[in-house]
């Protein structure tokens, strides 16, 4: 077992040296006073270093309390010592004071009860101070191996503390460096740091401030500045704490994603004005390939056997065919490069719109088209007509054997609208699902249905444009369901009523083409 704690107890005078270490030892059981009498003893006791705790007599022959206050705070500073003393006076407490005298007792009855309790208290003191300061030791090591940096600054930015992470991020080679330099002089630009300053002027908090930081030749390195106000006597001024992040690399792939973006965005710019440069340099000789054959056919047409006018025929046809998949290369390229800003558009009165321009189609195949609720969405409204106006017009241009029958719905799922378009047509092969949605692509022959194959690539181009996906699902025989996407942004659902459009009785087969074609 380790022999109890002590405490030494000075003073000359062994009477009452006696009947302190009996008032100490009934009340702190768990330490054992030790009487100290002489200079001599004094000294190798100071040197063996074992005790916890000094109560002195301040009048001593040999020095006095003070002097011996002053030697045991300089060789242990965490030791209290305690005056107990029938000599106390003002100067000596002050001075003692200053000194870090732990607890003043003046000798007499009073003073005999109250000893025990005041060096209690001083030992408490000591041990609470030791317990902070292994805590603050312990987050000393968090902070200082921690990858982001922190610091301590005043109101006007000149740092007071930095960590070690704090020193790497500003490129600095020690802590101690930084301390005295202005937080804002060390960023590479200056409305940032302005912005910073004027933040900390106000004793606002600076939130993710991100700037470049001044680098001496090295590659250039970027920091997120986070600050707060602090208030703490203890540190006068020190007005605001913070953290510093190196944020390079980060910087550098945000960078290269929007260099990336940017030549994508050239590329496709580059496309498209390719695409729509050449798309209208072959419409003028098509018009006179056209043109020369019509002359041909009218003026010449009598001389020319059967054979000759049936080629001429093919030559015009081709022709014709080719300036309508121009135009529909044209109007493909439109999506993007006519599109106009988005605005709430009301999908209920688009699809009416739609509609309204499927009339013809809709009275000579006598199909039904019936919608529900529909949303109001973020959008460009002319090609959410377009958009509906090609799937609907699909519906029933691809029927089957009874008239058409076209519902269109909407569901609302987290981020998004999804729209279906549900016919009861002749339907399409599950392995062709993906294609129809390719420029030109389409299952018919244009004598057996008309169009070139441009309609989905279109929707497909305006959803998009839109931030959506559109994919389709059939059972071929029984039809098809359309479905695509479009995400909410602003999106609410107006209470509307349930609304019907009735094509004629005389459902014809074939010809209707959706009115964006032409
Ligand atoms: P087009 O209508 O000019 O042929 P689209 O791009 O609109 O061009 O459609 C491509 C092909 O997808 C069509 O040729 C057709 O074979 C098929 N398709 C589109 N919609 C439907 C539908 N509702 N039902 C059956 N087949 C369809």
């Not at 390719?274 to 002359?295: G, K, N, T």
């Not at 559109?470 to 107006?494: D, H, Q």
Request: with cysteine.
């Amino acid at each position: 077992m380790n022999p109890a704690p002590r405490i030494l107890l000075v003073d000359e005078r062994a009477e009452e040296r006696a009947l302190a270490a009996v008032v100490l030892r009934q009340q702190l059981q768990e330490i054992e006073p030790e009487e100290v009498g002489d200079a001599v003893v004094f000294a190798e006791r100071l040197a063996r270093g074992e005790f916890v705790a000094v109560v002195t007599e301040v009048d001593l022959s040999w020095g006095g309390g003070v002097k011996i206050l002053e030697t045991v705070k300089s060789l242990y500073p965490d030791r209290p010592v305690v005056f107990f003393t029938g000599a106390g006076n003002e100067a000596v407490a002050a001075d003692a004071i200053r000194l870090g005298l732990d607890g003043l007792v003046i000798k007499g009855a009073a003073g005999y009860l109250r000893l025990a309790a005041v060096v209690r208290d001083a030992l408490e003191r000591v041990t609470r101070r030791q317990a902070a300061r292994a805590g603050e030791a312990r987050f000393r090591t968090l902070i200082d191996g921690m990858p982001v940096g922190v610091f301590a600054a005043s109101a006007e930015g000149t740092i007071r503390e930095a960590s070690p992470a704090a020193a790497r991020v500003l490129g600095a080679a020690r802590p101690e460096t930084l301390v005295g330099e202005n937080l804002a002089s060390m960023l590479a630009e200056r409305d940032p740091g302005d912005q910073l300053l004027a933040l900390m002027a106000r004793g606002e908090r600076v939130r993710n401030l991100e700037a470049p930081v001044r680098t001496s030749g090295r590659e250039p390195a970027w920091v997120r500045i986070n600050a707060w106000a602090v208030t703490d006597p203890a540190r006068p001024d020190v007005r605001f704490e913070g953290s510093l992040e190196d944020i390079t690399s980060y910087k550098r792939a945000e960078n290269q994603l929007a260099e990336r973006a940017a030549q994508l965005t050239r590329s496709n710019t580059d496309l498209q004005q390719f695409s729509y440069a050449i798309s209208h340099d072959l419409q003028e000789p098509l018009h006179l390939i056209v043109r020369y054959a019509a002359l041909l056919r009218e003026k010449h047409g009598g001389a020319m056997d059967g054979e000759a006018t049936r080629w001429l025929d093919h030559v015009a046809g081709s022709a014709t065919r080719m300036q309508q998949m121009i135009s529909d290369v044209l109007e493909y390229a439109r999506v993007e490069t006519r599109g106009r800003p988005f605005k709430p558009v009301v999908l209920e009165g688009v699809l009416a719109d739609a509609v309204a321009n499927l009339r013809a189609a809709i009275e000579e195949s006598g199909a039904r088209v019936r919608w529900g609720k529909l949303p109001t969405l973020q959008g460009d409204s002319a090609q959410m007509v377009q958009l509906f106006q090609n799937l609907v017009g699909n519906a029933i241009k691809f029927r089957g054997a009874a008239p058409p029958d076209v519902q269109i719905s909407a569901v609302e799922a987290e981020e998004a609208w999804v729209f279906a378009v549900m016919d009861n047509g002749i339907g399409i092969e599950p392995d062709q699902l993906d294609r129809i949605f390719g420029l030109f692509q389409r299952l018919h022959a244009p004598h057996e249905v008309a169009g070139t194959g441009i309609g989905l690539a279109i929707c497909k181009r305006i959803v998009e444009r839109h931030g959506g996906q559109i994919w389709a699902t059939s059972r071929p025989g029984e039809g098809s369901t359309f479905y695509f996407s479009l995400p909410k942004r602003t999106g609410e659902v107006p209470g509307s009523v349930r609304r019907e459009a009735q094509g004629g009785e005389h459902g014809q087969r074939g010809a209707a083409r959706t009115a964006h074609r032409r």
